[in-house]
């Protein structure tokens, strides 16, 4: 198998783990979790901690997804700066959008993740 296909390949895995990790991880692992009665009450209840929790395990999944984005990057050499940095920007914001979303807002990290985004695109464009 040449280094192309390889690479193909170990994106297709990285979506798929992904993809599996999120759905596996809400079916077998997450709602057990949440049915706890000792779960931290943050901010006046459990709502914040298992929001936060759920996106926090799902944040995963959209890195390796970024990750597979690069294996395809590598999989057509060359791969420029700019392209690298549009991935990780989009990447970025895809976090960004899933921790505001998932937090409504209250956790802050989304604001950071945007930042990120943000720059790494800026960098990318200029």
Do not use: C
Request: positive net charge; charged residues 15%.
């Amino acid at each position: 198998m040449d280094m192309t296909s390889l690479l193909y390949f170990a994106a297709f895995l990285a979506i798929a783990t992904g993809l599996a990790h999120s759905y596996l991880g809400e079916r077998y692992i997450l709602v057990r979790l949440f049915r706890r009665k000792d779960l931290p009450k943050l901010f006046g209840g459990t709502e914040f901690t298992t929001r936060t929790l759920r996106f926090a395990w799902h944040i995963t999944s959209i890195a390796w997804s970024g990750f597979a984005a690069l294996l395809i990057l590598m999989a057509n050499q060359p791969v420029s700066g700019r392209e690298v940095g549009l991935v990780v920007g989009v990447t970025f914001l895809a976090t960004s959008a899933l921790a505001l979303a998932g937090s409504r807002g209250r956790h802050l990290s989304w604001l950071v993740f945007m930042a990120i985004g943000i720059i790494a695109i800026y960098a990318a464009r200029v």
